[in-house]
């Protein structure tokens, strides 16, 4: 008898474990002080809004409508329009047109035009499915050249911050017709696409006349031409999280082209950031939007705007697919190493910003009361890895609300 009562009083204290709250939970009145107190190390240049998603309750504010430049939480706008505009099961294509007929010896009497259509993960997979497709369809020989075509896409290789040229921080130009994250040579990445498909075609027995090269598809051959082969990218709800969740720069700024491209003006920053402006106006969200990577130093918002575009794309269809983006913390992608041991880790989802003097964090958790709360932490003016320090020790507090 004596040896079950430890048993017994273990079994005990486990059920009152399970029954209670956790002992580091905190309720809204103590979660405001914790946040007030964290938050007045981050300056004047700070904004913060944390909103009970279910109730509507604000949590916290601080200079929530100071506007502030976002960095990479620029990010946010522009797969938000994306979801949005596009939908979550949309691709982007990649094709292959005939500038002639095929004749019944499997000869192309013209040019083939290797088309591009925004797709930022097109690299070799893509141009060998093409190959392989125009093999399989019996051409044997393109009389003329191979000839990509970016026509799509203006030839500004890069983002605002860099004057439109090539910019280091995208690791690639940008192009309609990227291929392999925008690796070019000197001639460009379309004639680079153009030259990878020409060696992949000889590897499937299709020879073609003339060397590869950049061109476009003419206006009075496209109406007759024939689509010979397609592949395309992944859906978009997967390019959106391939961009959140590392945060990358070249897939960012290639959605703002698509945007325009498809629904604007016209294949430019310009005009796929207009797409992006009115897909949040419907929101009430307007921030300056500059680029759709977060790269320049111009954009700006605010901490009460952010929330707000995270409380409206809560309450649309593709909010499994935009929260789904964003990178977990604890887990994957940008805070995957940070947070961990926390309240936060596995339960808060969100976007960071980093340039030099400026951090950002914004994004949801669920709370070990079972609360469902969005956040934005804006900071400009600070030491950004310390900022971050404080941006996890808010986080953290925010996880362990109540319910």
Same mark, same amino acid.
């Given at each position: 008898?004596?040896?079950?009562?430890?048993?017994?009083?273990?079994?005990?204290?486990?059920? +009152?474990?399970?029954?209670?709250?956790?002992?580091?939970?905190?309720?809204?009145?103590?979660?405001?002080?914790?946040?007030?107190?964290?938050?007045?190390?981050?300056?004047?240049?700070?904004?913060?809004? &944390?909103?009970?998603?279910?109730?509507?309750?604000?949590?916290?504010?601080?200079?929530?409508?100071?506007?502030?430049?976002?960095?990479?939480?620029?990010?946010?706008?522009?797969?938000?329009?994306?979801? +949005?505009?596009?939908?979550?099961?949309?691709?982007?294509?990649?094709?292959?047109?005939?500038?002639?007929?095929?004749?019944?010896?499997?000869?192309?009497?013209?040019?083939?035009?290797?088309?591009?259509?925004?797709?930022?993960?097109?690299?070799?997979?893509?141009?060998?499915?093409?190959?392989?497709?125009?093999?399989?369809? /019996?051409?044997?020989?393109?009389?003329?050249?191979?000839?990509?075509?970016?026509?799509?896409?203006?030839?500004?290789?890069?983002?605002?911050?860099?004057?439109?040229?090539?910019?280091?921080?995208?690791?690639?130009?940008?192009?309609?017709?990227?291929?392999?994250?925008?690796?070019?040579?000197?001639? /460009?990445?379309?004639?680079? #696409?153009?030259?990878?498909?020409?060696?992949?075609?000889?590897?499937?027995?299709?020879?073609?006349?003339?060397?590869?090269?950049?061109?476009?598809?003419?206006?009075?051959?496209?109406?007759?031409?024939?689509?010979?082969?397609?592949?395309?990218?992944?859906?978009?709800?997967?390019?959106?999280?391939?961009?959140?969740?590392?945060?990358?720069?070249?897939?960012?700024?290639?959605?703002?082209?698509?945007?325009?491209?498809?629904?604007?003006?016209?294949?430019?920053? #310009?005009?796929?950031?207009?797409?992006?402006?009115?897909?949040?106006?419907?929101?009430? &969200?307007?921030?300056?939007?500059?680029?759709?990577?977060?790269?320049?130093?111009?954009?700006?918002?605010?901490?009460?705007?952010? &929330?707000?575009?995270?409380?409206?794309?809560?309450?649309?269809?593709?909010?499994?697919?935009?929260?789904?983006?964003?990178?977990?913390? /604890?887990? =994957? /992608?940008?805070?995957?190493?940070?947070?961990?041991?926390?309240?936060?880790?596995?339960?808060?989802?969100?976007? =960071?910003?980093?340039?030099?003097?400026?951090?950002?964090?914004?994004?949801?958790?669920?709370?070990?009361?079972?609360?469902?709360?969005?956040?934005?932490?804006?900071?400009?003016? &600070?030491?950004?890895?310390?900022?971050?320090?404080?941006?996890?020790?808010?986080?953290?507090?925010?996880?362990?609300?109540?319910?």
């Amino acid at each position: 008898m004596r040896r079950r009562l430890p048993v017994v009083l273990c079994a005990l204290a486990v059920l +009152l474990l399970l029954g209670a709250a956790p002992a580091s939970a905190v309720d809204r009145a103590g979660l405001r002080s914790a946040l007030a107190k964290l938050h007045a190390r981050l300056g004047p240049s700070a904004g913060a809004y &944390v909103v009970d998603l279910d109730s509507g309750a604000v949590l916290y504010r601080r200079r929530e409508d100071l506007a502030l430049a976002p960095a990479s939480n620029e990010k946010l706008f522009t797969t938000a329009a994306a979801l +949005l505009r596009f939908g979550p099961d949309a691709t982007l294509e990649t094709t292959l047109q005939g500038g002639g007929e095929v004749d019944e010896g499997g000869v192309l009497r013209g040019d083939l035009f290797l088309v591009g259509g925004g797709d930022p993960t097109l690299g070799d997979p893509g141009l060998r499915a093409l190959a392989r497709a125009l093999a399989d369809a /019996g051409v044997t020989r393109v009389d003329g050249g191979i000839v990509g075509d970016e026509s799509l896409f203006d030839q500004r290789r890069g983002t605002p911050a860099s004057g439109f040229a090539p910019d280091y921080d995208l690791y690639g130009w940008l192009s309609a017709l990227s291929w392999r994250h925008g690796r070019a040579g000197s001639n /460009g990445p379309a004639q680079a #696409a153009a030259a990878r498909l020409g060696a992949l075609l000889k590897a499937e027995g299709v020879r073609y006349g003339r060397r590869p090269r950049a061109g476009r598809l003419p206006a009075s051959t496209a109406q007759a031409a024939v689509q010979l082969a397609a592949v395309e990218s992944p859906p978009m709800r997967t390019l959106v999280a391939e961009t959140n969740v590392p945060s990358e720069n070249f897939y960012a700024e290639m959605l703002v082209k698509a945007l325009g491209a498809r629904y604007g003006t016209g294949g430019s920053t #310009a005009g796929g950031l207009a797409v992006v402006r009115s897909e949040l106006a419907a929101f009430g &969200v307007h921030p300056r939007l500059v680029d759709g990577s977060g790269l320049s130093r111009a954009n700006r918002t605010t901490a009460r705007q952010v &929330v707000r575009l995270l409380e409206r794309m809560d309450g649309q269809e593709i909010a499994a697919a935009w929260r789904g983006s964003l990178p977990v913390a /604890g887990r =994957t /992608g940008t805070i995957r190493k940070r947070m961990r041991r926390t309240a936060a880790a596995g339960r808060c989802a969100a976007k =960071t910003g980093t340039l030099i003097g400026i951090s950002a964090l914004s994004g949801y958790c669920t709370t070990t009361g079972g609360r469902r709360v969005a956040f934005s932490l804006l900071e400009n003016r &600070v030491c950004a890895a310390c900022a971050k320090k404080v941006e996890d020790r808010m986080v953290a507090a925010i996880a362990k609300l109540d319910g």
